[in-house]
């Protein structure tokens, strides 16, 4: 089975957010990156479903030329070869303007899953997969936790609310987004790391399309919703004078 | 110039974040249309109508008994030509987050996701909604034709009472044309994967661990505190993911939302998804090495430290 697998470079969880000059957007220039999370489960569901039905995986990211390093990240862990769509615009951009990207890119690849994370961590619209099925001709199921292929029949595990869970069958193609906890991620042995630089690349230069959207009108940290009472000291006072703190002041305990 | 929100049912049951958006959209002041879809949403209905809303439109069809995703958005792709709003409103949902963006993409129209407020700012509606986890706010503004759609985050507005109309609102009826072959979603019956072990909502006081915990090792030093402390035992949903503990131990949105007298966040860095399954908690208690933890901004208590540290200290001071 052949699967496409859409992936985004985000900053770091870890990294400190700053607002940058024009307090549109953050400072980004030396940050550090990674592979969305959520995108990371895709491609895991999609080295499995390999693994199991044999095919090809063709991992595709839009984004700066530092975008490449989560393609090859992905070939390490077993995607057979890469899609780069370059733009500088992509981690401003709205989900529409990715999506058309990505469609723009995939569209002649032949395939019967397009996999992608169910959002991502720097902007969160949750969207880029859905509009991209649609974009597509796909149709799409979301917040998928289990994916069944058999004999050319698809059959997919949505989460809902409430710790219920769906079962929903699908035509072939199919694009599907992936929720975090579906599997266990593995990681790059050398060995991948070292044979995904034989790994095919496409590059893609590509003018983003003139898709309306929205536009950031100012970026801020969160106003705080209320004052917080940092207990310090050592580990050991502080533990002796929170626990105070909460039987006499907050009266908790 | 009118609002339309759309609804929210399952099996004759109206999600009570309806109301959230309806508070949400008379907050913006044009007129608000109610839609709701499926088969045999009579009751729905009459309980729409006794809103403060000005209009309630009906889309029944039998293709609609169960929600799709494309017999949902082909429906309101329908409707939504038909009845030309301004601003399309939705509840951020699992649902919504299903079908709204291939709405959005027929349409042809901008889809706003996950906003938490909405004000007019010189004549211009603007929206607010989290980014990079909750890091960060973004205050927004949409361009392009009307009409535009916009999800609000669960809990958006704070709905106590359903504000309701001195009279019912004006009833009609709007039929939609869904051949069921078009509909390629075939779903089956939902259902829940093992009994509910523990009931996170009902719980007086919570501890919850996050991904600062980082072994599954560890778990025993919470596990000691939770004892101590009289508390359920919670985590994010890394940690879960992990399979470290079952899901329904899950704070979050993908999880329970809680509200404890008081709430321990052990290693949690407080990224959104988390916080809006807790927020609601009346003292919260936030321990983390990192000072920056969005978790700081809805803490009522912090210890910037190390929880291998702090935590058996405070079992030590409670046993004191």
Request: include cysteine; hydrophobic fraction near 45%.
């Amino acid at each position: 089975m052949n699967i496409i697998v859409c992936i985004k470079q985000v900053i770091t969880r870890e990294w400190l957010v700053r607002v940058d000059e024009a307090q549109t957007w953050i400072r980004d220039q030396d940050a550090s990156f990674e592979m969305n999370e959520p995108d990371a489960y895709a491609l895991e569901a999609a080295l499995r479903l390999k693994e199991q039905h044999g095919g090809e995986i063709i991992v595709c990211s839009a984004g700066p030329v530092r975008a490449r390093q989560v393609i090859l990240e992905a070939l390490a862990r077993g995607a057979d070869r890469g899609i780069h769509v370059v733009s500088d615009d992509i981690p401003k951009a709205g989900a529409e303007v990715v999506a058309e990207a990505l469609a723009n890119a995939i569209c002649e690849e032949p395939c019967d899953l397009v996999l992608t994370g169910l959002q991502s961590n720097d902007q969160g619209f949750a969207q880029t997969g859905v509009i991209l099925a649609t974009r597509l001709g796909m149709p799409h199921a979301t917040i998928i936790m289990d994916v069944q292929f058999d004999e050319g029949k698809l059959r997919v595990k949505r989460e809902l609310e409430g710790g219920l869970f769906q079962w929903v069958a699908l035509p072939v193609p199919a694009l599907l987004t992936i929720q975090s906890g579906i599997n266990q991620l593995r990681y790059a042995t050398l060995k991948g790391i070292v044979a995904a630089k034989k790994k095919p690349i496409r590059t893609v230069d590509t003018e983003m399309p003139d898709i309306f959207g929205h536009e950031i009108v100012k970026i801020y940290t969160p106003e705080k919703s209320k004052q917080t009472h940092f207990v310090d000291g050592t580990p050991a006072s502080a533990a002796v004078e929170l626990i105070r703190l909460l039987r006499q002041d907050a009266r908790v305990l | 110039m009118t609002t339309l929100v759309v609804a929210e049912q399952q099996n004759g049951t109206l999600n009570p974040t309806t109301w959230e958006t309806v508070a949400l959209a008379k907050g913006i002041g044009h007129p608000v249309t109610v839609v709701v879809l499926g088969a045999d949403i009579e009751t729905v209905a009459d309980e729409l109508v006794k809103a403060n809303v000005d209009e309630v439109l009906v889309v029944e069809d039998s293709a609609l008994e169960f929600y799709t995703a494309d017999g949902f958005s082909m429906a309101l792709e329908q409707v939504i030509r038909a009845e030309d709003p301004t601003l399309v409103l939705l509840s951020h949902t699992y649902q919504a987050r299903d079908f709204a963006p291939a709405l959005g993409a027929r349409l042809g129209r901008t889809l706003l996701t996950d906003c938490t407020k909405v004000e007019v700012r010189d004549g211009v509606l603007i929206f607010t909604r989290p980014m990079f986890q909750g890091k960060m706010m973004a205050d927004v503004r949409l361009t392009g034709p009307n009409p535009h759609l916009v999800t609000f985050q669960i809990g958006a507005a704070k709905v106590d009472n359903i504000d309701l109309g001195v009279s019912s609102a004006v009833r009609r009826s709007l039929g939609v044309t869904l051949a069921t072959d078009q509909i390629r979603q075939r779903p089956e019956l939902p259902f829940r994967e093992t009994k509910q072990a523990v009931d996170l909502s009902q719980a007086e006081r919570i501890v919850a661990v996050g991904r600062g915990i980082k072994s599954e090792e560890h778990l025993d030093l919470i596990r000691k505190f939770a004892v101590a402390m009289d508390a359920e035992l919670a985590a994010s949903r890394p940690i879960c993911d992990a399979g470290w503990l079952p899901m329904d131990r899950q704070v979050g949105s993908s999880g329970q939302t809680v509200a404890p007298t008081l709430y321990f966040a052990l290693g949690i860095s407080g990224a959104i998804q988390h916080v809006v399954g807790m927020k609601g908690a009346r003292t919260i208690v936030a321990i983390n090495k990192d000072p920056d933890a969005p978790v700081f901004e809805i803490a009522d208590y912090g210890i910037v430290g190390d929880l291998f540290e702090v935590v058996p200290a405070m079992i030590k001071a409670l046993g004191e």
